[in-house]
């Protein structure tokens, strides 16, 4: 089982209430798969979901990147600019 370090980031920091945790993930998961029970576990994070990148070890990744014991997942909710 899989035991990666979450960070979140701007909206989702705010959402969460915290800038990190470590958490226990079943195997075999990839990205799409991680977020969805992230979002299960902090339900404030669904409203958000759509909008968020994944870093994972401080390299956007694509939903079907695999999670690895030891990761370092971070969610990165896009910033408006003006």
């Known amino acids: 089982m899989p035991k990666i ?3 979140y980031w701007a909206q989702a920091k705010e959402a969460v209430g915290k800038r990190s945790e470590i958490i ?3 195997d075999g998961l990839n990205v799409a798969n ?4 992230i979002v299960k576990r902090h339900s404030e ?4 979901k759509k ?3 994944i870093a994972v070890n401080k390299e956007v990744v694509d939903d079907d990147h ?5 990761d370092e997942l971070a969610l ?3 910033v408006a600019g003006g």
């Open 5 to 7: 370090k979450v960070l």
């Open 24 to 26: 226990n993930l079943p």
């Open 34 to 37: 991680a977020v969805d029970a």
């Open 45 to 48: 994070l669904g409203r958000i």
């Open 51 to 53: 909008q968020i990148r």
């Open 66 to 70: 695999k999670i690895r014991d030891g």
């Open 76 to 78: 990165l909710p896009a």
